[in-house]
Structures are given as structure tokens and as C-alpha cells.
């Protein structure tokens, strides 16, 4: 099978059945997960941080470094590649957000990025089906073109899918 890793900040999107796409060590980072069971395709993008607004120049370069630049894109990625925006095969899910280096909840970023999200999709009229988000570990997720599966782990080997 054939890998595809997404970087923090980048989206990969595919309609091969042979491949996966995967990203790792999402903390307060968020992997939006987007997929057509019946059609077969499926997307991931890595959001760092809310809005693009705090770093146009980077937005640009780096489009799904932002949730407000990267949900948008990987939309429209999806459905070039066959998937029907308005289709109850369409789904969503969501993964990290988790609390980590921010004891005091300072910054709270994983937070923000789950509200920044949750609120792009819904004005898309999307919304997660299911999500895997807060807590104070990293995650891994993987997802499966073929069956459109979601595999989550984490740093002590534990796997479950949502």
C-alpha cells in the first residue's frame, strides 16, 4: 500500500485504492478528515492554528497551516476528485485538538482550532460524523482510500478507530 504523509500545514487528497494518507503527532493541531465512502475518495488536511489572518504571506504558501484556508481548499479537492459536496456519503471527522505544553491553558490552542473548525464546516453545511479531540496526548491518524477507515494511536502503541 501506498502512504501519503501530510506535514503539519499540508493536505493530501486521493481516489487510489491502494493508498492511505496519514499524518503524525498531532498535539494541538487538528486533521480534518474528509471521505465518500461510495466513491471512494478520501482527504486530510494538518491545521496548526485558526485563522490565516495572523500570517497572510504564510496562508498563501502554506494553505492548510490555517483552518479558515485549509477546510475551504481540502472541500474543493475532494470533490475534484469525484466526491458529491451534498451527500450523505460525505463524511467528516476530526482528530487532536489535544492540550499539550500549555498547563495553564494559556494559549489553549487545540481548543481554538476544534471551535475555528467545527464553525468553517458548518457554514460549508458540513459537520463531523465523529471526533477524537482535547485530551493531553498526541496522535497519529491514518486513513484507508479503500475502505475509508480512520485509525488513530498514540505514543504508547494504543490504536482505535472512530
Known sequence: ???IVVGVGEYAVSNIMSESIKT???GSCIAVVIFDNIKKVAGMVHV???ESKIDINRASELPGYFADTGIPLLVDE?????ATHFNKNLTVKLIGG??????NNTFNIGRRNAMAINKILWKLGMGPKATDIGKNFSR??????NSCSVI?????GKKWMI
Not at 489535544?98 to 498547563?103: H, N, V
Not at 497519529?140 to 482510500?145: F, H, P
Not at 488513530?152 to 504508547?156: C, D, H, K, R, S
Open 1 to 3: 500500500m501506498n502512504r
Open 24 to 26: 503524525y503527532a498531532l
Open 48 to 50: 496548526a492554528l485558526p
Open 78 to 82: 475532494v470533490k475534484k476528485k469525484g
Open 98 to 103: 489535544a492540550q499539550i505544553s500549555d498547563p
Open 140 to 145: 497519529t491518524v491514518e486513513i484507508d482510500v
Open 152 to 156: 488513530i494511536n498514540n505514543a504508547t
